[in-house]
């Protein structure tokens, strides 16, 4: 019974043996590596597509032909890749897809032998560091998929050398830093479009710098679902980028969170702070404010890259090439100047791309003066008010500091108004017959002047406008008295304290 056993177990590890003999394992390096490949059994080759997707792989396979251009990795258990996992120069692979295999390790010379790539997808990996340099040989590469991974570190070099990449991945993962060398003006990626850092550890971001990003990076630059704390910079540049239709912001408006300050991390919507938290002031559109002989610059913003402009002026007038004001500058931009009232209006910019256009529209206001004018009308206004106030103190001093021109000892009860020099009589005397006699009852009447009381221009020269002694004027004055009193139509006289001068 044993030695039956044991043959039947020699047996078994025979035939293993001879299966493992007939596996053409690879050694490279003192390391295995995969089988060559396999079109009938485990891959699906259709002219240059091939694809191993979901074959539980752990190694690439070897043995691929040079005209592969497409390569399906995907949903495979693929943990390293090294540098030797092709040993032939695929030139025209383009795209390379290694998608969910818990790939943790990058070979700094993983991409050496397909410099061809343009499409590259490693997302949902366990990938934390991307080292420096790490795909400088991808000069040709348009997009680059790392979201859903494990991504904390970021070498600045790491995106150098990808002088095509138009779209780049990163959100999902553990970032706590913008990059900001792949945007900024001096060492940003010229062509790229589109930049996906959302869903990350990011707390604060150079808002200073994206706002001066032209439109068409601002409309592919995504950073919502991040931790960063809640200000009215924050608010400004998203509520502008939404009154530009940004897809950043307009796809993704109620994603844009921030966290309010305090111990419970409270999260709001970046575009409901102008209501109630922290009272924003709203971001409205600033319309071109210029003065009369000024120059004026004008800039065809649009979302999309290298489009033909042209400008359209007030009153839908194409800009000719020889205008006294307008001029086409180099970039779409349109300089008109000097300014004249007449410039005020709508400019319109048209541009037209391959498969996108856009209409911008540029209110432009010019004031009627020009920028030293405004000054000095400032200083009129002013001078003008100073010259008011002394006016209107001098006649205060004039109306209640004037000293008394009433002469000592005079009278000057209400009663008395014939004691005035300046005062005018008029009495009017019923009369019948000659002037001046009393007429009795019932008889016609006679109006004439008795006395108009005016002082003689003699008498002011002589008198250097003062008043003359109170005995002379009693004595000019008594007889027009008497007869005053004994009238019955006489009319009192009007006085006046304020001497006259004629």
């Not at 950043?248 to 409901?272: F, I, N, W």
């Not at 000719?320 to 180099?330: I, Q, Y």
């Not at 008010?385 to 001093?397: D, E, G, P, Q, R």
Request: aromatic letters at 8%; one cysteine or more.
């Amino acid at each position: 019974m044993g030695s039956s056993l044991t043959a039947r177990s020699w047996r078994s590890l025979l035939r293993l043996a001879a299966l493992l003999s007939l596996l053409p394992l690879e050694r490279v390096g003192g390391q295995f590596l995969g089988s060559p490949l396999d079109c009938r059994n485990t891959c699906v080759c259709a002219s240059n597509i091939v694809s191993c997707s979901r074959k539980n792989m752990t190694n690439i396979p070897t043995a691929l032909p040079q005209y592969t251009a497409v390569l399906d990795l995907s949903y495979n258990a693929i943990a390293r890749l090294r540098a030797e996992w092709t040993s032939v120069r695929l030139s025209r692979l383009h795209t390379l897809l290694l998608s969910h295999n818990g790939l943790t390790f990058l070979s700094s010379e993983s991409f050496v032998y397909v410099t061809k790539l343009r499409y590259l997808d490693l997302s949902s990996n366990g990938l934390r560091i991307l080292d420096e340099l790490i795909f400088e040989p991808l000069e040709h590469l348009e997009v680059l998929l790392l979201y859903n991974n494990q991504i904390s570190q970021i070498d600045r070099t790491a995106f150098s050398g990808l002088n095509s990449l138009q779209r780049l991945y990163l959100s999902q993962n553990q970032i706590s830093r913008f990059p900001l060398e792949l945007v900024k003006e001096r060492s940003r990626l010229e062509t790229l479009q589109l930049l996906d850092v959302s869903s990350n550890k990011i707390k604060s971001l150079p808002l200073g710098e994206l706002q001066s990003l032209p439109a068409w990076i601002k409309n592919g630059l995504y950073f919502h679902r991040n931790p960063l704390p809640c200000s009215c910079e924050l608010y400004d540049i998203v509520a502008r980028w939404k009154l530009k239709d940004m897809s950043s912001v307009t796809d993704y408006g109620s994603d844009h969170t921030c966290v309010l300050p305090g111990a419970q991390k409270e999260r709001m919507v970046v575009l409901d702070l102008n209501k109630v938290y922290m009272n924003c002031s709203e971001v409205s559109q600033v319309d071109e404010e210029s003065y009369l002989d000024q120059f004026l610059v004008l800039d065809c913003d649009t979302k999309r890259r290298n489009m033909k402009k042209s400008w359209v002026l007030p009153g839908n007038i194409p800009v000719p090439p020889r205008h006294k004001t307008a001029e086409m500058l180099p970039g779409g931009h349109l300089q008109i100047g000097p300014l004249k009232a007449e410039d005020t209006g709508v400019y319109t910019c048209y541009a037209v791309g391959e498969a996108y256009n856009e209409t911008l529209y540029v209110n432009v206001m010019v004031y009627n003066t020009t920028m030293s004018g405004g000054f000095e009308n400032l200083k009129t206004a002013y001078t003008t008010l100073v010259a008011c106030l002394i006016s209107v103190v001098m006649v205060l001093i004039y109306l209640y500091l004037t000293p008394c021109s009433c002469c000592p000892g005079q009278d000057l009860e209400k009663s008395d108004a014939e004691d005035s020099v300046h005062s005018s009589k008029a009495s009017i005397a019923q009369g019948h017959g000659d002037t001046g006699k009393g007429l009795g009852e019932g008889e016609g009447r006679d109006f004439s002047y008795r006395h108009m009381g005016f002082p003689e221009i003699k008498d002011q020269l002589e008198q250097n406008g003062r008043l003359k002694p109170i005995g002379e004027e009693d004595e000019e004055w008594q007889e027009d008295s008497k007869e005053r009193r004994g009238s019955a139509g006489s009319v009192s006289s009007v006085c006046s304290d304020t001497p006259m001068v004629l």
